[in-house]
């Protein structure tokens, strides 16, 4: 087991709720300052969105190198820029569509008139070649679900039940929805450490579970390796890159499932923290160490 003393001095100063370290198939800590429950892992949502997309693709049901325009042929505005006619749905997963700042956040959902948000979407400004400059935005993994359910015919929670939910042994999660009802892919997910934990766990293991490939080795390896530069250590599809050639589902306030491939371990933690990237960097710092 790691020593968890130092960590547990700094958690209650970064609010870190909850931390488990697997290494090896085998728990070697856990820290916890209240009992399970299902917390909003918000934009660590994304990385699941990245899985329904990569079964989705193994399923036939879209291509990474579909073209908006196609995909989305009944929502295009009037004038369609230049830039959004060579966006394609490899775009959505980079964070590289194309537009010049963050859409659909949490601090403007309430506040949009138009209820059709794919519409909205596709109706902002598109300044930037799709594939060129990394602009952290929810546009994307957003119309990233929404094809999703509509090849699927069903809301991404029940599209992931049967395929991933279900073999993970989760129950059916609640997930934010958007005025028309259709699952917000970008964030709003709601699950346990322990669930995050597994999420993060089957990733480790290339999306093998108990005897089923869950999402297929090509999808996990070219999702979650460096697609595009953010100034940091890269970011793949809806998967940020971290230091020890780690990869991680990162959420606001620091809800993180980060493996290790080469230590074969996973740290998840949630969190309240509003110090950016304290917890992160306790766990580099004082987890990493030991493992």
Known sequence: MIDLREFSDKAEQDRCLGL??????????????EGPCRRNIYSASKSF????????????LLALDEKLTDAFSEDLPDRVPDNLEKATVKDLL????????????????PYYTERDWVKLSLRQSFPYQPGTRFVYNNAGPYLAGVLVQRRAGCDL?????PRLFEPLGMALPTWEA???????????LFLTLGELHTFGTLYLQQGFWKGRQLISREWISESTR???DNGEEGYGYL????????FRADGKYEQYSIIFPEKNAVVTTVAE?????????????????QL
């Not at 329904?52 to 036939?60: D, F, L, P, T």
């Not at 958007?178 to 709003?188: E, M, S, V």
């Not at 917890?279 to 004082?286: A, G």
């Open 178 to 188: 958007d005025p028309l009802g259709r699952t917000f892919g970008a964030g709003g």
């Open 20 to 33: 488990i370290v697997t290494q090896n198939q085998k728990e070697v800590g856990r820290y916890l300052s």
């Open 226 to 228: 460096k697609q595009v």
């Open 94 to 109: 980079t964070m590289c569509l194309g537009q010049d700042k963050g859409f659909l956040m949490g601090e403007d959902r």
């Open 273 to 289: 923290s509003r110090r950016p990237r304290a917890v992160l960097t306790d766990v580099y710092d004082l987890i990493y160490p």
């Open 49 to 60: 969105t990245s899985a329904a997309v990569g079964i989705a693709v193994k399923e036939g």
């Open 239 to 246: 998967f940020w890159r971290g230091k020890y050639d780690s």
């Open 157 to 161: 929670v029940h599209y992931l039940y």
